[in-house]
């Protein structure tokens, strides 16, 4: 590879990982949103403030007269430090701590009371800090005090000298040090942060549907022919290449359409079979606005239902399903009889009629091969939808008397290794598989950037739209 590949490889990638965040925005932004609320109502409702009261002592080495007119050597400084430090253990130890819990009658024990104290030597000096810390601000003040006092007395006893002296006594503090609020809820930010962008990209790793046409490229092996986005109008069986012409979804379809005839330069296509790997992936709707946009041209288009499981060319047509293909194939009968003209021009269907008991059987009988002869004789071009790939065979049975075949796959609904099944299938029957048309691309997501411009221009659509309908009402 070289190194112009590995940038342009490493481009993608950087661009796949912000999509990913772009297209879970709303994640990241929810779960960090929580993380901060849940810091706020700990940290001003849950937890108890703390607050801390400090007594300063300093220790020094008791000097004669003739000693300081003389001098303080350094080694005397040294000598205090280590005093310093030598008290800061006894104030903790058990003979003072315990004398401070007795002298003021507090109801803890000596490792409680240990464990909210602090003793601390400033840094190169002869002071000792004591620190106390308590929920309530007057007991950790008067506790600071006690603490020195008792101190005190107790080296005056034990070592029978005076050179602890009290430098500040503790204050009532007003503002309590624990929790720091705006840390707690800064660090919950970033926690939440950091833990949102974790869980987007496990769940786009455990997510293994296909959602991109490279996604499709490199998975499946096959070319994009089509890029379909997602069309309100498909729950109500609405053909949008008809009904709504200027959309962004019709001219999706027939973005579609153009492929097509590309795709039939080198090799004459006129037969071709729609299929899905799974059900629900709006095949039927997608051959349907296939064949009116086809139509559309100028070209002679049958579309045939060969779903004999679960026809639904004629509920999008909303005609009877009487007299299809089923009946044709059974009674040998001639086809024509059996065409519906449907609202296009150009456009005929011919429904599954009555639902057979060996669908397969019939699809790869002597009858369904001289049927396609004859409508290609008729017909520019001979569209068929066929039940999924991967839940049966007919679609494989067909693909093999046609000349190509187009495998629907919706946005986010597959998984890679059910579909790669499908393509094994169709492999296995010697299709031709023209390419695949990625269905259901949602227009607000960013899966596939293309179809912003599209959504741009649509809202733009719609306003004259209703602007026009409002100025005919008027």
Known sequence: MTREERYIEEEIDIRQLFNILRKRLV??????????????????????????????????????????LNQIQISDINVNIRLAETYSEIIKSRRVVSKVIEDMNLDMSYEGLRNITDVSLVRDTEFIKINVQHPSPQAATNIANKLAEVFQAEVLEIMNVDNVKTLDQAVVPI???????????????????????????????LDKTIKTPEEVERYLGLSIIGAIPF???????????????????????????TNLKFASLDKEIKSIVVTSTIAGEGKSMTISNLATAIAQTGSKVLLVDTDFRKPMIHKIARKPNADGLA????????YRN????????????????????????????????????????????IIFDTPPV???????????????????????????????????????????????????IPLKKGGYSYYKYYSSYYGEYEKTGRKGRKKKRG
């Open 327 to 334: 009946d044709v194939l059974i009674n040998k009968s001639d």
């Open 390 to 440: 991967a839940l049966v065979t007919d679609a494989a049975i067909l693909a093999n008397e046609v000349d190509g075949v187009i495998l629907v796959t919706s946005f986010g609904m597959v998984d890679y290794d059910v579909a790669k099944r499908a393509v094994e299938l169709l492999d296995n029957a010697n299709a031709n598989i023209i390419g695949s048309v990625l269905n259901k």
């Open 27 to 68: 994640w990241i932004i929810s779960i960090t949103i929580l993380f901060i609320i849940i810091s706020v109502l700990v940290s001003f409702f849950l937890l108890t403030p703390i607050y801390q009261a400090s007594t300063t002592l300093m220790v020094n080495k008791s000097f004669s007269e003739s000693e300081v």
């Open 231 to 257: 069309n309100d109008k498909a729950k109500n069986r609405k053909v949008v290449t008809f009904e709504d012409p200027k959309s962004p979804v019709a001219e999706a379809y027939r973005t579609l359409r």
């Open 338 to 381: 059996s065409v519906k003209i449907s609202r296009t021009k150009n456009l005929d269907l011919l429904f599954s009629g009555l639902i057979p008991p060996n669908p397969s059987e019939l699809l790869g009988s002597k009858s369904m091969l001289q049927f396609i002869e004859a409508a290609k004789r008729d017909y520019d071009y």
């Open 175 to 205: 503002n309590p040090i624990k929790p720091n609020k705006m840390m707690n809820i800064a660090i919950a930010g970033v926690l939440g942060l950091m833990i949102s962008i974790g869980l987007v990209f496990l769940v786009e790793f």
